[in-house]
């Protein structure tokens, strides 16, 4: 198949310009640039050969070497000698004016500079887009998948089983469309999927295209707006003009946040562009008829800042949480990524599953690589179990620190310190069983650790429960204070825990029989990062002192109650740390054994 060959006038353009410039370029090199005396000594010589006198300059040529019949051209300015002809006569110099039309001279001065300058500017807004128009920067950046493209299954997505559910419906809809209208039914228009980071939000939608073999255009919601007032209101309108050509489609927007906060939230008029924005994105919404096969995906993980215009009915008609996987969710999706690892038969991904509450599906996915690289750097054929614990404590928390070396007497803190905390959970009734404690150094500031294995998901929590957490958290701490006499810095993140723990209690839940059934919490956080400012109190300062003598006395008690336990178990405290200085790390089963005796 040929291709078809588009002749321009710009292009002849070019060539001519080039074409001057490089005959300019060439005829400078070869001739020579004088002075009128020295043009009158070549003249006197009789070495001028000869001539042409225009109205600023002269041009001429120079006998050559030994008579060559080539002469050497010669460029000199011209002034006021009135004898000039006479000796050009006198020395048989064949000589001849040049006729200079003024409009040659100011086409070259000014005309073609703007010629050029014209066609750079055609040049650069045709790269800026299609057409060559100013208003290509309000074409839509979203990323067109078409449906060959879009490979991605629900076999891909594990641990959200509810937000598939809810959306077999829509590929029920992409895929036989007629079943709904012959009853008259709408599927509704938006879809907003929220949760926090790292849940599969993303990767669903794209599940959901690839499910219904329909096209995908893809956008983040920072990319609607530029600089330039009304460019992301355009965007909006060419990204749901596109979207009417290729329907049935899916559009999705991510991080719906970025585009659509609450209007009105400042008072600076900083927020103009946005809001633009916003209100065509809801006029659009309200505009297409869903029934042509368009469906408007949205993701968040801060749902509560969202304008209330964007929820209503019509709009994000359905929104869907993905949350965070319980257990067995979890180990649904460590199966998904071990997919193309090759794992050993010893692996338990149950019991992956089961230490690492908390963990989003991006999380798992890590632990999941580096496992693999831990592997391969070891020169193993397979990944294990350990590569996969020890992926986990990476994740956790941090790598190794192999090189930090300390002292026998902070290694001794350090042990009794991570017992202290292993003993507490061990004798408490409400706690998780342990699962390692250990005295490597890790990440920053994690001189050791000790990791729990929660036997099932909780949502909830009571009151004995929180004391007990309570407990834990100061375990570390007392633990020192019994063994040396003294404490050290190395339960400044105890304290913050269970200083959290305590003031929660008293202030948001309630649990305080002194406050009694109140809550003194007004901060607004978002739903899934918990990183909301705080916008004042509004209780007294005698509340604030009592709320203080509250928190105060929930961390004394817990202490005394800590202290006593410790001391009871004094022998199991001092052996299991000196297991600890040996092995440096000691796992749960060995742990239990060690506890029994």
Not at 105 to 126: G, T
């Amino acid at each position: 198949m040929h291709r078809r060959i588009h002749f321009s006038v710009w292009y002849l353009l070019g060539v001519f310009l080039l074409i001057a410039i490089i005959h300019g370029f060439v005829n400078s090199q070869n001739t020579e640039r004088i002075p009128y005396s020295k043009f009158k000594e070549y003249l006197n010589k009789g070495l001028v050969k000869q001539v042409y006198i225009g109205v600023d300059v002269i041009h001429g040529e120079v006998i050559g070497e030994e008579g060559s019949r080539k002469g050497k051209p010669f460029v000199v300015a011209k002034v006021d000698d009135p004898d000039l002809v006479r000796e050009l006569e006198k020395h048989k110099v064949e000589y001849s004016g040049q006729f200079e039309n003024p409009w040659v001279k100011e086409l070259v001065s000014w005309v073609l500079p703007m010629l050029i300058l014209f066609a750079v500017w055609i040049v650069v807004f045709k790269k800026v887009g299609p057409g060559g128009s100013i208003m290509s920067f309000a074409k839509t950046k979203a990323k067109l998948y078409s449906k060959d493209e879009t490979t991605v299954t629900f076999d891909d997505v594990a641990g959200v089983e509810e937000a598939k559910e809810e959306l077999i419906e829509l590929i029920d809809f992409l895929k036989n469309p007629d079943k709904f209208r012959n009853l008259g039914g709408k599927v509704p228009k938006g879809f907003l999927l929220i949760g926090p980071p790292g849940t599969g939000k993303t990767l669903l939608a794209r599940a959901v295209a690839g499910e219904a073999k329909v096209p995908f255009f893809s956008m983040s919601g920072s990319e609607f707006v530029e600089m330039f007032v009304g460019v992301g209101a355009a965007r909006v309108r060419d990204l749901f003009h596109q979207a009417q050509q290729k329907a049935p489609c899916i559009i999705f927007i991510d991080e719906l946040d970025a585009l659509g906060k609450t209007r009105g939230g400042s008072s600076l008029g900083g927020h103009d562009e946005r809001e633009q924005t916003l209100n065509q994105l809801l006029v659009e919404m309200d505009g297409f008829d869903s029934r042509k096969g368009i469906i408007v995906m949205a993701a968040t993980n801060r749902p509560e800042i969202l304008d209330p215009a964007l929820l209503r009915p019509g709009r994000f008609d359905r929104q869907i949480l993905v949350d965070r996987p319980d257990i067995n969710g979890r180990e649904k999706i460590l199966q998904v990524h071990a997919r193309q690892v090759k794992l050993g038969k010893e692996v338990d991904l149950r019991v992956i599953a089961s230490r690492t509450p908390g963990f989003v599906g991006a999380d798992l996915a890590n632990v999941v690589n580096e496992a693999a690289l831990l592997g391969a750097r070891r020169n193993k054929s397979e990944v294990g179990m350990p590569e996969l614990e020890e992926a986990i404590d990476r994740v956790v928390a941090g790598l190794e620190k192999k090189s930090r070396i300390m002292s026998k007497k902070e290694r001794e803190i350090v042990a009794y310190h991570e017992s202290g905390h292993a003993l507490v959970a061990t004798f408490l009734p409400h706690t998780d069983p342990v699962h390692k404690v250990s005295i490597i150094p890790r990440g920053i500031a994690a001189l050791g650790y000790t990791q729990y294995l929660p036997g099932e998901d909780r949502y909830l929590m009571t009151k004995s429960e929180l004391l007990d957490r309570l407990c834990i958290a100061l375990g570390g701490r007392v633990a020192e204070e019994i063994i040396f006499g003294e404490v050290s810095t190395g339960a400044h993140d105890d304290l913050q825990k269970a200083t959290q723990i305590a003031r929660r209690m008293v202030k948001e839940f309630g649990m305080s029989e002194r406050l009694g059934l109140v809550t003194f919490e007004r901060e607004r956080k978002s739903l899934f990062l918990d990183n909301g400012l705080g916008v004042g109190k509004d209780y007294s300062e005698q509340t604030a002192y009592e709320i203080d003598l509250e928190v105060k006395r929930l961390i004394d008690e817990t202490y005394d109650r800590v202290k006593e336990i410790l001391e009871t178990h004094r022998d199991k405290l001092e052996h299991l740390a000196k297991v600890l200085l040996e092995k440096e790390v000691v796992e749960g089963e060995e742990f239990k054994r060690i506890v029994s005796l």
